[in-house]
């Protein structure tokens, strides 16, 4: 344990920033250290000055902060992601431009771009943010958006728990940004493997970053997977059979459930490491009877079904845009069911496949490696099915489909690559080389990346009311695959020719020509990030002429196409009975769909609420006091937390109650207004013409 | 398989030999033989992905498109056997590969009898290898003669680490207080480039050592030159032990600050055990002075500055 420096202050002093490095040692790292903090300090004062120059606090505490509708935390879930992809690609980039400059010798100092310790907190903190930052707020943001429209339902099961969640993931993203100013991360790679994270290896407040991030942002995560589960199980409109529900639907009772049973792992490990540093625990240390090996296996029982939370839903998001774009009833229902389904349940059995290569017996690696290219079957069997979808249909080439196609293309050889390291014989040479991050980032970013963002953008209009620019959307999409292509084809290669992972530098010259093509790769994703923000800004400029508010710009099937764009607080102003599978499109097809219900009934919607912000900013307060050791604060936050569950637990909340004057009024205002729009062909879709009204004498889809 | 297209010819020429595509050993052999297989039969379930998304996306576009619509159709009993059955047939060939190769290629079956009995000690950053029988030790240096059998056992005297010769033999990871083992054979004379494949601290990068597969003859000549060298004893391991790479480890003895590798003669015999033993005393680093505990050492290297 490191010295008790202050009661009041615990470790902090005023060495702790970046500043200090930059001061006593200045050097191309510790500037580039320096210029992160600075950006995260600038980012902070123009959000604030842009908050009060706006007057948006309040708007951004009484409308946003204090929300219970799943799709407003949604969207903000989906705020957090892209702030948190905005620094994982550009330390993804940093991590290239490194590599590239990285070439020495056995006997020279360390070289390149930054120090081998900054290195490995950038890939530490890349690891973990894009995992549990970017793509785990991504795919919970748009499933709380989607998934209560899509069932029929008006909002989630527990609407109050889900603003806890989205506070605790927040809350554990703050701690990983505030990292880069305050203090160092860890360097344990996002895996965080002990004995080297244990205290005696990992003294400071680096490893207890990445801890508490994950403890805290585990429990939000823990308690998304009931909400979506019990939403899913106990929300759905009346005649929604299970068999009904749109494959989004489905994917995500996978993610529910597998939430549920993974977390709980990754908790307990996270849980027992911090028992280790703090208290002197020997769980994963051989001294005293503990067993690092442990760790490994308790945290990939999570790690592996993580793999497939993230990638599950975008399978849903595949599901949906194939069908839609290609204007046809998606293909083999019932098989992509019973294929997502067998991939949640095989994901449990196979997480041994990471560490093959540290002494089981060979029965246990042929047993698990089996189990693991099992999971290859559905998986393919998904992939026929979206080009099943897409023959003999009318396929329009919308930015979602060239995610979608880029997917296909790309995600195929991660697949294939994925089945090389599945054979143990194999993986014993590739195994911590970079041929295993060229193929993880192969199935992460075609399957969830572009699945999120083709999902975004398919989406998008139904919370904004307008359409994102399909010119720069197609844009961001091809960057993004180029992107990708150039940046990790390479590491392929590498990984054969014998560069591990993780590697600050390295002696072979032959490595130089790709090195300097995997950092093109990261140049172009670099534009990619630029061009996917800027889509968002050159909508929001042409929003007038892309609003959609007859709501279904699109032709869809499922429900949420049948209500405005944007669509209102309660989703439907009546509560739907779904006669069929695609039951939007099925109404369009019986004519008439966009009759008036016959009566209108209050609705009772959850009421605002600052619970989820004030546990929030205790959890921070209490992660942030422990990681520096400060011992009053940690128990002030503790009490903050105990205390406003009491609070709240203590008190009658009423509900908030739509009077349905006003639900009919907004109802027949949309009404009216689609009676006077002008229906689109899908042949116009691109255009202004599209008001969100479509054709009905073109099929549904 | 784009992948290997592009392998620079100059990689297949320089020496030393770092990949397991440019195998100096039946198991490396086997295991790229293995890799080709592989991707050859995967090709059955990816071709049609990679020639048919192209095709139906250009046959099928809403725009100039004449091509039948059937927006109806979403069930097909026949192509459902087919979707299913393929991929099944070919991860039934595959899984029965991967049972033969994965117990063929065991690290822990030796490849042959009497085999040269080599103890591996991980250190950040650089690996200590123990001849017990020839009474030699080296730091960063294994040599071995072509054509025998050879026995590594591992472990580390510092966190987790994973040893890969990948001409040689796939990798294994060393953990303190346990031991794990790679059995191998070397079937030409050449250089191999080992190393450690599991990031452990800022120099990660430069635990490197050299791996020479030589003729039985010059095999012995390198013993007995190493034989002529100091004694390894408890003093000098715990020097050993700081953490520095090589040429900081050289300076640290009192030798040229090079990155060549370090030969001792006359190990104490019990001193791979006594590593592993110490990790299973109590739970204080500070356990077995002698060896220098079990915490982190201090820095190495640092006496040139």
Not at chain 1, 89 to 107: D, K, P, S
Not at chain 2, 93 to 116: H, I, K, M, N
Not at chain 2, 224 to 252: E, H, I
Request: glycine letters at 8%; proline letters at 6%; aromatic letters at 12%.
């Amino acid at each position: 344990m490191t010295e008790q420096t202050s009661l009041i202050f615990g470790n902090l002093d005023w060495n702790v920033t970046p500043y200090t490095d930059l001061l006593l040692n200045p050097n191309s790292s510790t500037i580039i250290g320096a210029g992160a903090a600075t950006i995260l300090v600038l980012g902070a004062i123009g959000a604030v000055a842009l908050l009060s120059w706006k007057r948006w606090w309040g708007p951004l505490f009484r409308i946003w902060l204090s929300s219970a509708d799943a799709k407003k935390i949604g969207i903000m879930y989906i705020v957090l992601a892209l702030i948190m992809l905005a620094r994982g690609v550009i330390e993804g980039f940093v991590m290239r431009a490194h590599q590239a400059t990285a070439l020495g010798t056995l006997a020279s100092e360390e070289n390149g771009l930054i120090a081998p310790d900054h290195f490995a907190q950038l890939f530490s903190t890349h690891g973990t943010i894009m995992i549990f930052f970017v793509a785990m707020p991504l795919l919970i943001g748009l499933i709380n958006f989607v998934l209560p429209q899509q069932l029929g339902a008006r909002d989630m099961a527990f609407p109050v728990l889900n603003q806890v969640s989205l506070g605790m993931t927040a809350a554990g993203a703050a701690l990983v940004m505030i990292s880069l100013l305050i203090g160092k991360f860890g360097t344990g790679g996002w895996t965080m493997y002990p004995p080297y994270t244990g205290i005696d290896y990992s003294l400071g407040e680096g490893v207890d970053y990445w801890l508490w991030a994950i403890a805290i942002s585990g429990v939000g995560s823990t308690l998304t997977g009931m909400n979506f589960a019990v939403t899913i199980f106990k929300k759905r409109a009346p005649g929604m059979h299970f068999m009904r529900m749109p494959l989004f639907c489905w994917t995500s009772l996978c993610v529910a459930i597998m939430l549920i049973y993974a977390m709980p792992a990754l908790t307990v490990s996270s849980a027992m490491l911090l028992l280790d540093r703090y208290a002197g625990f020997h769980f994963f240390t051989n001294a005293a009877g503990g067993n690092m090996m442990n760790y490994a296996n308790i945290f990939w029982m999570f790690g592996h079904p993580e793999v497939y939370i993230l990638i599950l839903p975008a399978f849903g998001v595949f599901s949906e845009i194939s069908s839609t774009f290609s204007g046809k009833k998606l293909y083999g229902y019932t098989s992509l069911v019973i294929a997502s389904m067998s991939i949640a349940v095989i994901s449990f059995t196979v997480w041994l496949h990471h560490f093959f290569t540290m002494g089981q017996s060979s029965s246990v690696n042929i047993a698990f490696g089996i189990a693991t290219m099992i999971i290859g079957v559905p998986t393919g069997v998904k992939i026929y099915d979206w080009m099943a979808t897409m023959w003999r249909g009318r396929i329009r080439v919308t930015a979602p489909i060239v995610y979608l196609v880029g997917f296909f293309i790309l995600f195929v050889i991660g697949g294939l690559s994925g089945i090389i390291l599945a054979n143990p014989s194999i993986d014993y040479q590739v195994h911590n080389s970079t041929f295993l991050v060229a193929h993880f980032h192969n199935v992460i970013i075609p399957g969830v990346l572009y699945g999120m963002l083709a999902g975004i953008h398919y989406w998008f209009p139904k919370a904004f009311g307008f359409r994102l620019s399909e010119t720069w959307g197609r844009r961001t999409a091809y960057l993004f695959v180029g992107g990708f292509l150039f940046t990790f084809m390479p590491l392929y290669v590498l990984g054969l020719m014998g560069l591990p992972r993780r590697s600050p530098t390295f002696q072979n010259p032959d490595f130089m020509p790709l090195m300097y093509i995997a950092a093109f790769g990261g140049c172009l994703m670099l534009c990619a990030l630029t061009s996917l923000f800027f889509t968002f800004w050159t909508s929001w400029r042409n929003r007038i002429q892309l609003a959609v508010p007859g709501g279904d710009p699109w032709n869809g099937s499922s429900l949420e196409w049948s209500s405005p764009a944007p669509v209102p607080e309660w989703n439907f102003p009546r509560i739907p009975k779904v006669r069929a599978r695609d039951d939007w499109g099925a109404t369009k097809r019986a004519g008439d769909p966009w009759k008036a219900p016959s009566s209108y009934v209050d609705i009772e919607m959850p009421a605002n609420t600052y619970f989820g912000v004030i546990l929030a900013a205790a959890a921070f307060m209490l992660g942030f006091a422990m990681i520096w050791h400060i011992w009053w604060l940690s128990i002030a936050g503790l009490l903050t937390i105990v205390g406003s569950i009491f609070w709240r637990g203590m008190r009658v909340i009423e509900p908030h109650v739509v009077p349905a004057a006003q639900v009919e009024r907004e109802d027949r205002r949309f009404r009216e207004q689609v009676a006077a729009l002008t229906p689109v062909a899908r042949i116009d879709e691109e255009t202004e013409r599209n008001r969100g009204v479509p054709d009905l004498t073109e099929f549904a889809g | 398989m784009v992948a290997l297209l592009f392998l620079p010819a100059a990689a297949m020429a320089a020496a030393p030999t770092q990949s397991f595509l440019q195998p100096m050993s039946a198991t490396a052999q086997e295991q790229s033989a293995h890799l080709m297989r592989v991707i050859a039969v995967t090709m059955i379930v990816i071709l049609p992905v990679l020639i048919g998304v192209p095709l139906i996306l250009w046959r099928y576009r809403l725009r100039g498109a004449k091509a039948k619509y059937t927006p109806e159709w979403d069930y097909s009993g026949k192509l459902e056997w087919v979707l299913w059955g393929v991929p099944v047939l070919v991860i039934i060939v595959l899984a029965a590969w991967l049972w033969s190769f994965t117990s063929r290629l065991d690290p822990y079956e030796p490849v042959g009898q009497e085999p040269l009995q080599v103890q591996a000690i991980g250190l950040d950053w650089k690996w200590v290898f123990i001849y017990p029988e020839e009474g030699i030790a080296t730091v960063d240096e294994l040599a071995l003669p072509v054509g025998r059998p050879v026995e590594l056992t591992l472990t580390t005297d510092t966190v987790m680490q994973s040893m890969l010769i990948a001409p040689l033999t796939g990798q294994i990871y060393a953990m303190p207080g346990m031991t794990t083992k790679l059995n191998f054979a070397a079937t030409r004379t050449g250089t191999a480039e080992g190393e450690n494949t599991q990031f452990n601290g800022d120099s990660f990068g430069r635990q490197k050592f050299m791996v020479k597969a030589l003729q039985p003859g010059q095999y012995a000549a390198w013993l007995s030159a190493v034989r002529d060298a100091p004694v390894l004893d408890d003093a000098t391991y715990r020097v050993l032990r700081r953490r520095s790479v090589l040429a900081g480890a050289r300076t640290d003895l009192g030798l040229s600050k090079q990155a060549i590798p370090i030969y001792f003669s006359a190990p104490d015999r019990s001193l791979f055990d006594r590593i592993v033993a110490k990790y299973q005393l109590s739970g204080d680093s500070s356990a077995v002075p002698a060896l220098g505990g079990t915490g982190l050492p201090p820095k190495g290297g640092v006496s040139s500055r």
